[in-house]
């Protein structure tokens, strides 16, 4: 690629974030009544349902405090993320910082505080939020809120975990994941030798756990012992979910100063995405068996929005960071693949559920596992990784 084509491409990441999918979450998503945020949004930015689901609050939280932090201190962008973190702190927990699954429009609870990522996004809310306002109270959520998170990495459902005790212990790789990121969010609010600890057990568990060097592969849930389990949960692997760990693994790199750990972090990604592809029809399957059985998830097969946009981001930083062509050419596969399949053309915002041939299959823009966070944030990604590289190209 031309220099001309990273400085082109910048342009049209960051047109997208700021002028199509951010303006569509701030009109459309936000309840001006009860306050927090709408994610079930039809084709048009119409709600079509009420309830309000805690992680997906608590990330678009992040999104405009992140926005705001980042990108412009745009007053509408604070305002938004201050009255959603409001409502997820009146309404969002019991109380003791135990954050439930989804709540009512009006934030009373629906779903008991089984789910592990309503805590671990109500913390990288909150902070970065205390980033923005300097409010210490933000920031005092979200340190405890953290601390619960690693308290429970144990068993994250609790009380509300429906394994029979004993029996088939499986540890899933999704929590050990999502703590690279985070530790990094709110690594403000860490004491540094507790934070390189916590670092340091995350890349631990991504690299050398999940990462299975006799598969090539990141494999989603591994016995107890850390043996593979020969069942539907232990054959699953999930290509979007380890690509997209990658990322979080090269900004690990980069903030310890560790190359070796960039370049294996890359190497694991190409192979990812190389075993994910659908060679037929294109795109990254969703999930996947890693002996070729056929899977429990009846949805194995679709195309997703995150899946690929989180492989836009690897690939583009993996080829930042190491200069490797494969994942320059990845990027342009995916790339062309994700504007041209989930882009909606006639309205804001993007589709997110494909089929396996790829056309749309729910033209909703929001709902219970979609909100303001993966397309946004993909874009913002995008976009400061191809002007990083364009600069670099002077």
């Known amino acids: 690629m031309e220099k001309t084509d990273f400085k082109q491409l910048a342009e049209k990441y960051q047109k997208e974030l700021l002028e199509n999918v951010v303006p569509f979450w701030l009109n459309c998503s936000q309840d001006k009544e009860f306050g927090g945020y709408f994610t079930c949004l039809d084709r048009e930015g119409n709600v079509f349902d009420t309830d309000k689901f805690i992680w997906l609050q608590g990330r678009e939280v992040w999104l405009f405090s992140m926005l705001y932090n980042q990108v412009e201190q745009k007053q509408e962008w604070l305002d938004a993320a201050i009255q959603g973190a409001e409502f997820l702190k009146k309404y969002g927990h019991d109380g003791n910082l135990n954050w439930y699954f989804s709540l009512t429009q009006e ?131 999930n290509p979007g979910h380890a690509i997209e760990a990658m990322w979080f693994i090269m900004d690990l790199g980069v903030r310890l100063n560790r190359p070796d750990l960039i370049t294996k972090a890359n190497e694991i990604a190409i192979q990812m995405v190389e075993y994910g592809w659908d060679q037929e029809h294109g795109g990254i399957f969703y999930f996947m068996d890693r002996l070729g059985h056929p899977t429990q998830q009846l949805e194995w097969d679709q ?92």
């Open 107 to 237: 934030g009373n609870p629906l779903v008991e505080p089984y789910n592990i990522f309503s805590y671990t996004f109500a913390s990288m809310a909150f902070g970065q939020l205390s980033k923005a306002t300097g409010n210490q109270e933000y920031a005092d959520i979200a340190k405890k809120t953290f601390e619960l998170v690693l308290a429970k990495t144990g068993n994250p459902k609790g009380q509300w975990n429906k394994a029979y005790p004993g029996t088939r212990n499986l540890k899933n790789f999704a929590l050990p994941m999502i703590l690279c990121n985070l530790a990094l969010e709110i690594e403000h609010l860490l004491d540094e030798d507790f934070l390189k600890e916590t670092m340091e057990t995350c890349i631990h568990e991504v690299m050398e756990v999940f990462y299975r060097p006799e598969l090539g592969l990141v494999v989603e849930n591994l016995n107890a012992d850390e043996t593979l389990s020969d069942t539907f949960d232990g054959r699953l692997l």
């Open 303 to 394: 195309k997703l929005w995150w899946v690929h946009i989180e492989t836009l981001i690897t690939m583009l930083k993996g080829y930042q960071l190491t200069g490797s062509e494969k994942s320059l050419e990845w990027f342009k596969k995916v790339h062309d693949y994700t504007w041209s399949h989930f882009k909606d053309e006639e309205h804001s915002e993007w589709f997110g559920y494909l089929n396996r041939q790829g056309e749309v299959l729910l033209p909703l823009k929001g709902g219970k596992w979609k909100g303001c966070f993966h397309v946004p944030r993909g874009l913002y990604q995008c976009w400061q990784t191809l002007e990083t590289i364009n600069a670099s190209l002077k």
